[in-house]
């Protein structure tokens, strides 16, 4: 269909330009014996080249046809990915709040974590500083004994090296050799 438009589009031009030498008459043998060659040459190269050409076209419009189809096909993937693109982008927002609001709890537990961790060590320090308040008191009391215990014994020291006589004195080393006597 296509060569049959191909050649009447080469032969029309042909033929009215050739239609007047036609009719002048002598000269119209040398245009008649031209056209019938030229007619004869594009028969023939219309039967050479019309399976080459039909084959072209043919493979021609196949590439082109496959070419389009894998155009619609990456044309749909592209669309489809585009879809699960803008799905993803719906939920981001989503996604972000959910993030927040689980930082947001994350950061109220580990606050009240480390208040709570904050109350133990507080009270082990005031329990530790306690028991070193105690020890500090019980070494002070002792202390204060062993001092009030050695001024005891000195003032009373100074009181009988005062009061004691030499006679007093005989009598107490008599009385310690009597208790001595009866102990062995």
Do not use: C, H, Y
Request: proline share 2%; glycine share 2%.
């Amino acid at each position: 269909m296509m060569t049959t438009t191909f050649l009447s589009a080469l032969f029309v031009p042909v033929l009215a330009e050739m239609f007047p030498i036609l009719l002048s008459g002598g000269a119209g043998m040398a245009a008649i014996s031209k056209l019938f060659n030229l007619t004869i040459f594009l028969a023939f190269l219309f039967w050479v080249l019309r399976k080459p050409a039909k084959e072209f076209f043919s493979t021609r419009l196949a590439e082109v046809r496959a070419t389009l189809q894998q155009a619609a096909k990456e044309k749909e993937a592209a669309a489809a990915k585009m879809a699960d693109l803008d799905a993803r982008l719906s939920r981001l927002d989503a996604e972000i709040a959910d993030i927040k609001s689980q930082a947001q709890r994350e950061a109220v537990a580990e606050r009240e974590r480390l208040e709570n961790e904050a109350k133990r060590d507080i009270e082990k320090i005031r329990q530790s500083s306690q028991r070193e308040i105690e020890s500090a008191k019980q070494i002070a009391m002792s202390e204060l004994r062993e001092f009030a215990a050695t001024k005891s014994v000195d003032l009373a020291e100074q009181m009988i090296r005062k009061e004691l006589k030499p006679e007093d004195d005989a009598k107490l080393l008599a009385r310690m050799g009597e208790e001595m006597s009866k102990v062995s």
